[in-house]
């Protein structure tokens, strides 16, 4: 029944140990893709992680294209500030891949126009913030995830 977290060339160590803790602490598998904005040896990596790490289900990608090759039947849904449809209309299902960018970007452009379809977001209510933390928007999608997928 787990999740899939995937994060595309995520920049900030802090948040990938935070979201690494999460996986494991939910039962999702945790899928990194390549370029990082760290070493994985990172120190900051490890401390928001803690010693959780070494159990943690985790898949390394060189780049977007492996992942995609060798993900090519998974469902997939890709998060973006740029969505059309709320987070909560996701139809999540057993083996769901959770999609995320970068935090400075976000998912690039050709994926956004690519899986238009599939595309959702996290509704914010100022006009003075542009995004969430990563860490805390990946939090938000697994545990809607499993409470859907457990009611």
């Given at each position: 029944?787990?999740?899939?977290?995937v994060?595309?060339?995520?920049?900030?160590p802090?948040?990938?140990?935070?979201?690494?803790r999460?996986?494991?602490?939910?039962?999702?598998n945790?899928?990194?893709?390549?370029?990082?904005?760290?070493?994985?040896?990172?120190?900051?990596?490890k401390?928001?992680?803690l010693?959780y790490?070494?159990?943690?289900?985790?898949?390394y990608y060189e780049?977007?294209?492996?992942f995609?090759?060798?993900?090519?039947?998974?469902?997939?849904?890709?998060?973006?500030?740029?969505?059309?449809?709320?987070?909560?209309?996701?139809?999540?299902?057993?083996?769901?891949?959770?999609?995320?960018g970068?935090e400075s970007?976000?998912l690039?452009?050709h994926?956004l126009?690519?899986?238009?379809?599939?595309?959702?977001?996290?509704?914010?209510?100022?006009?003075?913030?542009?995004s969430?933390?990563l860490?805390?928007?990946?939090?938000?999608l697994?545990?809607?995830?499993?409470?859907?997928?457990?009611?």
């Open positions: 029944m787990p999740l899939n977290i994060l595309i060339e995520p920049e900030i802090n948040n990938t140990g935070n979201i690494g999460l996986a494991l602490a939910s039962g999702a945790l899928h990194l893709v390549k370029p990082f904005g760290f070493e994985i040896d990172d120190t900051r990596l401390r928001a992680g010693d790490w070494q159990h943690l289900p985790v898949t780049n977007v294209e492996e995609f090759s060798k993900n090519l039947n998974g469902k997939m849904v890709f998060l973006s500030s740029h969505g059309k449809k709320n987070h909560w209309d996701i139809p999540f299902e057993d083996n769901l891949f959770l999609v995320f970068k970007i976000g690039p452009k994926l126009e690519k899986h238009s379809k599939n595309l959702y977001k996290i509704p914010l209510y100022s006009e003075h913030v542009r969430l933390n860490a805390n928007a990946v939090s938000i697994v545990y809607e995830g499993l409470r859907q997928l457990n009611s």
